[in-house]
């Protein structure tokens, strides 16, 4: 597919040319990356991306997928995985996002098993299909919620993050409870998360949901508090 090679070759060259091996230790050492950064900080990476996303455009769904995938499957750097997770999300391509792409993204929260790639993809990927097909993704996150991968487990507790009123409290209560005796910090964080998001829309749901559950970690009770005076 010559549009994907063209795509992917001008993400490469580009962010290559905006390198920085100064800047590019420093925010592997903050992120705890196993793979390392060219050191390109995210307003010049954006700046990037949006012109060469359009400038490439892709004809059809396989090469959309085709271009995330190996954009993120072929990186060296972690910032070409960033550009996997942008291009995901191009609004040229939100024809495309519904339940067909959840393996996609299933592999991306997997394999990068880390909260920068994942909570941009729970929340900005995987919650806005749960809103338009709960009946085919709520099953799935109740699966993922038990599911023996942290990340996986991750997404279902915060995929609702930023849905408000079209928060499924039933989905959000289930996805706690399968985790609210796990000591993983990314999920008490989540947890806590999750529910202070859901308290700007119904703070006294959140507080009944806290007092009706003292297994609750102390970070998840006081994120879940945080803006409620508890």
């Known amino acids: 597919m010559d549009e994907v090679k063209s795509l992917v070759s001008a993400v490469r060259n580009g962010l290559a040319a905006l390198a920085d091996p100064v800047k590019a230790p420093s925010m592997r050492a903050y992120m705890k990356s196993e793979m390392p950064f060219l050191g390109v900080a995210s307003p010049p990476r954006a700046a990037l991306l949006k012109q060469v996303y359009a400038e490439h455009s892709l004809p059809d769904r396989v090469s959309f997928s085709t271009a995330v995938l190996t954009l993120w499957r072929e990186a060296d750097f972690r910032e070409e995985r960033y550009a996997a997770i942008a291009l995901s999300g191009h ?15 299933e592999e991306m929260i997997v394999t990068g098993a880390w909260w920068d790639y994942v909570d941009e993809v729970a929340i900005r990927r995987v919650g806005p299909i749960l809103r338009a097909e709960p009946e085919t993704v709520t099953p799935l996150m109740l699966t993922w919620a038990y599911d023996e991968d942290l990340w996986r487990r991750r997404t ?9 009123a079209a928060t499924d409290t ?47 970690s102390t970070l998840s009770r006081k994120e879940a508090l945080k803006h409620l005076g508890g």
Request: charged residues 30%.
């Open 91 to 105: 609004r040229a391509y939100t024809r495309w996002q519904d339940g067909d792409l959840l393996g996609l993204y």
């Open 156 to 164: 279902a507790v915060i995929c609702q993050v930023g849905a408000k």
């Open 170 to 216: 039933e989905l959000l209560t289930r996805a706690v409870e399968a985790n609210i005796d796990d000591r993983e910090f990314f999920l008490r964080k989540g947890i806590g998360w999750a529910l202070r998001e859901y308290a700007k829309t119904e703070p006294d749901w959140v507080r009944a949901f806290v007092t009706a559950h003292p297994a609750l």
